[in-house]
């Protein structure tokens, strides 16, 4: 197995295949990665109910094993927890996880030679609250009747205990301000090819739909995991079709596209009264920091610029925080989203941010999180 | 026309009104520039505040933001010409550092005439006061800045 090849795969443990997103792969993939000692640990999505779950560091197998399934309305953010901490571990990650990843590596808080990155492609994720909002007012339903969720032809499907589907498409309920997070509707990164090994349902033809993964080796170390998996007996494989290969490239294209029309539909230039903007969104900032915490390409710790000059009681009119922010992710800016989703303030942070990161990497011709490309700040030849 | 000239003949939003200017200078360059400028009696308005760094590179852009949310109406940048800084290439970093930074600024809406870069030598004290000028022309026309805190001139 190398770089570059493709294959369809699945768990070869039915129970695990079946409750996979799609076949089980990457499940029973760190599972295998773990079992064969090939890392120390693995990080897995631990559901507390329907719509929550948190991200764990484990050794026990079987926790792996029972973390099968995709969960749409769970942004998690992998790269804070693994960062500083020295681990030799595999875990799975979206596009926006695998660049906070790898923007923690650039700073040297994460060791990518030990880190297997099992990417996942991924259309959007949703925002627990809304999601619970969204389906007392679209669906009609009990957020605790829910049993299960999936996505399926452009449609946003929860069964509910009683064995009944509920499907409405995701088009209708992103017209209402419900689905998914807005920074997923114009995020671009619909296969991580920025990972190890990228892995999903796209491409997956005939008999196997919903029973298979399709899988892209992007690294060394994404063709070793997967070699291990196999050797260990965990998953099985085999060569995609023809069909599948071009119907993965085609889905993949359409959806890059969706998300620069949205790109284009949230930035709307603002040609007067900017300032005015930032400050009433800024407005009701409790200064409570999370935003910071949770941002995945930061990684200053407690004490920070943003935070050391910032004083409520100077009562300026740009909060210091917020400014010195801007400036600091105008090249780092990954638009993950994760701000605004832990925002107690319901500020639209990531909007925000991007407004101030898009020109600058525009500009700069630096995507950051894709590669291991340093900031173009340190790049730069001095006195040439 | 220069900025000085189309100041004369347009009305100033702020009559009377003279605008505060923060402008960070080099210690071996533009510090000596602004010096020049007084011993050669170039004659330049009061609206100016120096401060003075070792060298460009310490400007830090939370300086420049900290003036303006003082009350500053503009920051200018300055230090030695590029290939003249006296710790090699301090402005070399000044300039990286200026392209974030003025990106930031203007992307809030603040008008590109209040943040300013200027490469000023010590002997240079004509076009240190010349700059000057200009600057506090171009501001007098603007009127004061809208990141200025309620109650500060
Ligand atoms: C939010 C989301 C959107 C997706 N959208 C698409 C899509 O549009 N097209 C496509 O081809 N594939 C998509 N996928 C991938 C697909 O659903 C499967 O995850 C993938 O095919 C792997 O299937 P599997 O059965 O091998 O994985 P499984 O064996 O089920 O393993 C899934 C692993 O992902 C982890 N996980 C679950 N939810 C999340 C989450 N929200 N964030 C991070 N990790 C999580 C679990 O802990 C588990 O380890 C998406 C996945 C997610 C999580
Ligand atoms: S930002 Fe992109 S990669 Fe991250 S959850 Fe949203 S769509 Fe997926
Ligand atoms: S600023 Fe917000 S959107 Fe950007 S990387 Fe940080 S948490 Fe993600
Ligand atoms: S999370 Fe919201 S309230 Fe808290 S510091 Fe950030 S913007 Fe302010
Ligand atoms: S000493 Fe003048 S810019 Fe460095």
Redesign the interface.
């Known amino acids: 197995m190398q770089k570059g090849e493709m294959y369809v795969g699945w768990s070869t443990k039915d129970d695990v295949r079946k409750r996979g997103g799609s076949g089980g792969l990457v499940t029973s993939m760190l599972a295998a990665a773990l079992e064969k000692k090939f890392v120390d640990a693995v990080v897995v999505l631990k559901k507390i109910n329907e719509f929550e779950a948190v991200p764990i560091i484990t050794s026990d197998v079987n926790e792996v094993l029972n973390s099968a399934g995709s969960l749409h309305s769970v942004p998690s953010n992998f790269a804070k927890l693994i960062a500083n901490r020295n681990l030799k571990v595999a875990l799975p990650a979206k596009g926006c996880d695998v660049r906070g990843i790898i923007e923690q590596g650039k700073r040297n808080a994460i060791n990518l030679d030990n880190t297997f990155i099992v990417g996942l492609n991924c259309g959007g994720s949703m925002h627990p609250v809304v999601t619970r909002e969204m389906l007392e007012v679209m669906y009609k339903i009990k957020p605790e009747d829910v049993h299960g969720e999936e996505i399926e032809k452009g449609k946003l499907i929860f069964e509910t205990k009683d064995g009944k589907e509920h499907a409405i498409t995701i088009d209708e309920l992103e017209e209402k301000g419900y689905g998914r997070r807005e920074s997923c509707r114009y995020c671009t990164i619909k296969v991580p090819n920025n990972s190890d090994i990228a892995c999903g349902n796209w491409g997956v033809t005939g008999d196997l739909v919903g029973k298979a993964t399709f899988v892209e080796i992007n690294s060394e170390k994404g063709a070793k995991l997967l070699q291990n998996a196999v050797d260990a007996g965990y998953v099985q494989v085999q060569k995609p079709d023809e069909k599948g290969v071009a119907m993965r490239a085609k889905i993949k294209g359409v959806m890059e596209d969706l998300g620069k029309k949205w790109k284009g539909k949230v930035f709307v230039p603002?040609e007067?009264?900017?300032?005015?903007?930032?400050r009433k969104e800024l407005e009701h900032c409790i200064d409570c920091g999370a935003c910071k915490t949770v941002c995945p390409t930061c990684s200053c710790g407690d004490v920070s610029?943003c935070t050391e000059?910032h004083f409520r009681g100077?009562?300026?009119?740009?909060s210091?925080y917020h400014?010195?922010r801007?400036?600091h992710l105008?090249?780092a800016c990954i638009g993950c989203g994760q701000c605004s989703d832990v925002c107690p303030a319901d500020i639209p942070l990531t909007r925000l941010y991007r407004?101030?990161a898009n020109?600058?990497q525009e500009?700069l011709k630096y995507e950051p999180g894709m590669d291991m490309q340093k900031p173009?700040?340190f790049e730069?030849k001095?006195?040439e | 026309m220069s900025a000085e000239a189309v100041a004369a003949t347009t009305p100033a939003k702020t009559d009377g009104w003279e605008p505060k200017i923060v402008a960070f200078c080099c210690n071996w360059c533009s510090y000596g520039g602004a010096d020049s400028a007084g011993m050669g009696r170039f004659q330049q308005p009061a609206s100016t505040r120096i401060i003075r760094v070792m060298c460009s590179g310490r400007i830090d852009?939370?300086h420049v933001?900290?003036a303006f949310?003082e009350g500053a109406d503009a920051v200018l940048v300055t230090g030695c010409h590029i290939?003249d800084c006296h710790y090699?290439?301090g402005n070399?970093?000044t300039k990286?550092?200026y392209k974030?930074?003025e990106?930031?600024v203007r992307?809030?809406?603040?008008e590109k005439e209040r943040l300013q870069l200027n490469w000023i030598s010590a002997s240079e004290g004509e076009r240190f006061a010349n700059f000057i000028r200009d600057v506090t022309a171009q501001i007098k026309k603007l009127g004061p800045s809208?990141?200025?805190?309620e109650g500060v001139a």
Do not use: H, T
């Open positions: 603002i007067n009264g900017r300032l005015e903007y930032f610029k000059y100077d009562a300026y009119k740009m210091m400014l010195v801007f400036l105008a090249d407004r101030f020109p600058v500009q173009p700040y730069v001095l006195n | 852009p939370l933001f900290n949310l290939g090699v290439n070399d970093k990286i550092k974030y930074l990106n930031v992307e809030l809406g603040i809208p990141l200025k805190p």
